[in-house]
């Protein structure tokens, strides 16, 4: 009877320990850690395919570079030697004419050169204008109703849209107007795409991932230099870069996957969880039937073993603005810390790049030789993300900058020297390329996901506002624009200084959840 009851017990005994579990709560990262794995086929698929948008943006941004050039002139006939200083600006009519013809770019077509050359700046704050308002709006866009990937298609179409529209502009201001339509769209491609891109990843391998997006930039500026080559006309130009962005709309887009970040701070589990399971599927692992999504601050909730009927159910849907970000005062101080770097590092980048396409070298060699020279910086910042951290990695390529731009500023620019200054400026670009690319990584982990985006665009509005101050620096001349580079790359480090370190810590999904864990951490600011 005895060994009769005990053959019965034997095999009941694990099931008491099972029957009352219930369903297990995990954070998006977690579940990545344990059952979905944190960079398989899935996330590496998914990150190409988004980080594809990243070479569009390049596109729309430095086609500026050779649709806006100078072209070369050359003599026709008599009254070609009243010419100042090597230029148009004095000779007589009929006497010159544009190498490649009118067409060959928006200078030449609608003479922007003597009294009117600063149209051709105009025309270049504006687009960095339009960038900036753009980056804004799209980024509050992408954290509410739109979502990353339906902010990502309706910004592509708009790309595809003006860009063509732009090789149809009759005259300078409408040329000038679309312009700032492109930028305003072309504002929110690469936030969205990088938040897109790097939210499905793991904790761990996160940096490396959200510093691998920028090559898709230099890549683009590269293949740029090549589509510049082949279309000489500024029209056509246009026509050629706008493409892509329809290829990428009816091609790429299709494949690409809604963030489950977005989908758990927008009430809806299910279809997150969904996404889960299908990048634990795709990846060759499996995840159980007893988990369930939930917010950070939810899984830090104590269980008593007992779950509320329809607890994976829609729940409402948690939403953020930057007003709540200037409430808190932990998200507040490093808002501000990141608009103020975001900006001087933008100003150090986009200076030092427009000096170094004024060296009067072939512009189509040129533009290919800088977009590859940015990419051993980010390797580099890739490589010792990991191993330093954030911070300290983005206060060294900041000073690292800073102390080439104010070694130029110190040196002559006759003979020789000329040689030294052109090395400081490739080494001060060197740096600050690895800190617009760390800045990035760094911006997203430092915000939770319900107002990510929104930091991010505020963050790249600060850029573009950076890029629109920086040709009022550059044609200063002389020394003057090293000496503002270097004291913007100095402050800049110093300003690194007062943000928290976030390497192999937690992508936090509410505001009350990252403060809750920050707390835990320890001090706001180290």
């Not at 004419?97 to 105009?122: F, M």
């Not at 969904?274 to 159980?288: F, H, Q, T, V």
């Not at 760390?438 to 997203?444: A, E, K, P, Q, S």
């Not at 090293?482 to 999904?509: I, M, R, S, W």
């Amino acid at each position: 009877m005895d060994l009769a009851d005990g053959n019965l017990r034997s095999p009941l005994l694990p099931q008491p320990k099972n029957s009352g579990a219930g369903p297990q709560k995990l954070c998006i990262d977690d579940m990545l850690q344990k059952y979905c794995g944190e960079f398989g086929r899935w996330q590496l698929k998914h990150f190409v395919l988004t980080s594809l948008a990243w070479a569009l943006e390049a596109f729309h941004t430095m086609v500026m570079i050779f649709a806006d050039r100078e072209p070369g002139w050359r003599c026709v006939g008599g009254g070609c030697s009243g010419g100042s200083g090597g230029g148009v600006c004095g000779l007589e009519p009929g006497s010159w004419e544009w190498v490649g013809g009118l067409g060959s770019s928006t200078v030449a077509e609608w003479g922007l050169v003597c009294e009117d050359k600063y149209k051709v700046g105009l025309v270049q704050s504006l687009f960095f204008g339009g960038c900036m308002i753009g980056a804004g709006i799209f980024g509050h866009l992408s954290d509410s109703f739109l979502g990353r990937k339906g902010s990502l298609t309706v910004v592509c179409i708009l790309n595809a849209v003006f860009g063509i529209l732009t090789a149809f502009a009759p005259d300078y201001w409408t040329y000038a107007l679309l312009r700032l339509l492109t930028g305003f769209s072309t504002g929110g491609v690469g936030l969205c795409a990088f938040v897109l891109a790097t939210e499905p990843v793991g904790p761990s391998k996160r940096g490396i991932a959200g510093m691998s997006t920028f090559y898709f930039f230099s890549t683009g500026i590269a293949l740029l230099s090549a589509i510049a080559y082949l279309f000489k006309s500024w029209r056509s130009l246009y026509v050629a870069t706008s493409i892509p962005s329809l290829l990428f709309l009816f091609v790429i887009v299709p494949f690409v996957s809604e963030s489950p970040r977005w989908f758990l701070i927008r009430g809806k589990p299910n279809e997150a969880l969904k996404i889960m399971r299908e990048i634990a599927k795709y990846n060759g692992r499996s995840l159980p039937d007893n988990v369930m999504l939930a917010l950070d601050e939810e899984t830090k909730e104590p269980t008593n073993g007992e779950q509320k009927k329809g607890e994976n159910e829609a729940k409402q849907a948690i939403s953020g603005s930057l007003i709540d970000v200037v409430r808190s005062r932990l998200m507040r101080v490093r808002l501000f810390l990141s608009v103020a770097i975001n900006f001087l590092c933008s100003v150090v980048y986009y200076g030092l790049s427009l000096n170094v396409v004024n060296l009067g070298t072939n512009l189509y060699l040129n533009v290919f030789l800088n977009s590859v020279a940015e990419m051993p910086a980010f390797l580099l910042t890739a490589i010792l993300l990991d191993r330093f951290g954030r911070k300290p990695l983005a206060i060294g390529t900041l000073w690292f900058s800073g102390f080439f731009c104010v070694l130029g500023c110190l040196v002559g620019g006759d003979g020789p020297w000329k040689v030294v200054r052109m090395v400081c400026g490739i080494l001060g670009i060197f740096g600050m390329a690895g800190t617009y690319n760390l800045l990035f990584i760094y911006t997203v982990e430092l915000f939770p996901t319900v107002v990510r985006n929104a930091a991010l665009g505020c963050a790249s509005q600060a850029a573009q506002m950076g890029a629109i101050f920086t040709p009022f620096v550059v044609v200063l001349g002389g020394r003057l624009p090293f000496a503002v580079f270097g004291v913007c790359g100095v402050v800049g480090g110093l300003l690194a200084f007062c943000l928290p370190e976030t390497l192999n810590k937690p992508l936090y999904d509410t505001m009350g959840g990252m403060e809750g864990g920050e707390n835990a951490f320890g001090p706001l600011l180290v």
